[in-house]
């Protein structure tokens, strides 16, 4: 089929092509225009902190560099301490039993030097911000548990910011799912197209004549204004 005619069914058809795409645009309208919150992905928080291990510091008169990194390698650890399944035992240890369930809780956390972050998130508001609250005071009173080397302290765990809880942004397959959707009905639209014109027997053009190895004689020109 040549291109020509190709072109000459997607505008005889159109109608065929748009109303798919018309109705599944109208479906998806909501879901274009719903908030993130609407899409039951949950909610989200990070804590903020900084960290060091307890020392009798003495006065000195040179620099404070090694506290420094002493507390950048503290951080450090908490980091992958706060990764690990311990951590979360913890936080269920914190909460006692407080009725929040830690099943859908996701824990992620990342420090640059001596600040660390906690990434929280679950599905339930009330229960995150529960949750949240054990999980400052674990990295502040349990650290001395799995690491000797604080000497039986648990490091000195300073808050700096814990953030208000936020609705989690949508998965990208969930905000694309509008597009694919019309992208489908755009697809069916031009396959009942092609299907109606192939059912069709009516001639439109002199092109369908020749298909049908009849001769063409003559045609009359469409009357111009």
Same mark, same amino acid.
């Given at each position: 089929m040549e291109y020509r005619e190709i072109i000459r069914i997607v505008l005889r058809r159109w109608w065929l092509i748009v109303l798919p795409v018309v109705l599944s645009a109208v479906v998806s309208i909501p879901d274009?225009?719903?908030?993130?919150?609407?899409?039951?992905?949950?909610?989200?928080?990070?804590?903020?902190?900084?960290?060091?291990?307890?020392?009798?510091?003495?006065?000195?008169?040179?620099?404070?560099?090694?506290?420094?990194?002493? *507390?950048?390698?503290?951080?450090?650890?908490?980091? /992958?301490? %706060? @990764? =690990?399944?311990?951590?979360r035992?913890?936080?269920?240890?914190?909460?006692?039993?407080?009725?929040? *369930?830690?099943?859908?809780?996701?824990?992620?956390? /990342?420090? %640059? @030097? =001596?600040?660390?972050?906690?990434?929280?998130?679950?599905?339930?508001?009330?229960?995150?911000?529960?949750?949240?609250?054990?999980?400052?005071?674990?990295l502040g009173n349990r650290s001395q548990k799995y690491f000797p080397q604080l000497g039986g302290e648990a490091a000195q765990v300073t808050i700096l910011e814990q953030r208000e809880l936020a609705p989690s942004p949508p998965g990208l397959m969930t905000r694309l799912a509008p597009l694919i959707r019309m992208g489908i009905a755009l697809l069916v639209g031009l396959a009942i197209a092609f299907v109606a014109e192939y059912i069709d027997p009516t001639i439109y053009h002199q092109d369908d004549l020749r298909r049908l190895g009849l001769p063409l004689l003559g045609s009359i020109p469409k009357e111009r204004a």
């Open positions: 274009l225009l719903r908030d993130n919150a609407d899409f039951g992905g949950g909610f989200t928080t990070q804590i903020r902190y900084s960290a060091a291990q307890k020392l009798n510091i003495s006065e000195r008169e040179t620099d404070y560099t090694d506290i420094w990194l002493a *507390s950048e390698y503290t951080v450090d650890a908490l980091t /992958d301490w %706060v @990764r =690990s399944a311990s951590f035992g913890e936080i269920g240890s914190v909460l006692g039993e407080t009725p929040v *369930s830690l099943e859908g809780l996701q824990i992620a956390a /990342d420090n %640059v @030097r =001596s600040v660390g972050v906690v990434y929280l998130s679950h599905l339930n508001r009330k229960s995150l911000s529960a949750i949240a609250d054990a999980a400052a005071l674990a």
